[in-house]
Nanobody
Framework: QVQLVESGGGLVQAGGSLRLSCAASGSGFSIIAMGWYRQAPGKQRELVAAITSGSTNYADSVQGRFTISRDNAKNTVYLQMNSLKPEDTAVYYC?????????????WGQGTQVTVSS
């Protein structure tokens, strides 16, 4: 069984920075991709950023402000968020797409709240 544990959310003023972390624990999995999604009140969950072994991609709204990175040895993904805006306020969820016993799974973290005050 795979578990994703997130940390790093909180309250920050507009223009500030936060760094989210998500560590995957368990055994027998092979990571395809890791990423971050967010869901604001009344809105659908949306992709923020994702990283595979060879590439990254970002939502247009965070391009140039957020950076996703990954520590393969620790099975951990990070999201560095700079120049935060009030519209970045949301619950941020870690996602990991992986093969577990040759079957493909989507795994989700519990979510961490990010609140940006104006």
């Amino acid at each position: 069984q795979v578990q994703l544990v997130e940390s790093g959310g909180g309250l920050v003023q507009a223009g500030g920075s936060l760094r989210l972390s998500c560590a995957a624990s368990g055994s027998g999995f092979s990571i395809i991709a890791m990423g971050w999604y967010r869901q604001a009140p009344g809105k659908q969950r949306e992709l923020v950023a994702a990283i595979t072994s060879g590439s990254t991609n970002y939502a247009d709204s965070v391009q140039g402000r957020f950076t996703i990175s990954r520590d393969n040895a620790k099975n951990t993904v990070y999201l560095q968020m700079n120049s935060l805006k009030p519209e970045d306020t949301a619950v941020y969820y870690c996602n990991m797409k992986a093969y577990i016993n040759a079957l493909r799974y989507d795994n989700w973290g519990q979510g961490t709240q990010v609140t940006v005050s104006s």
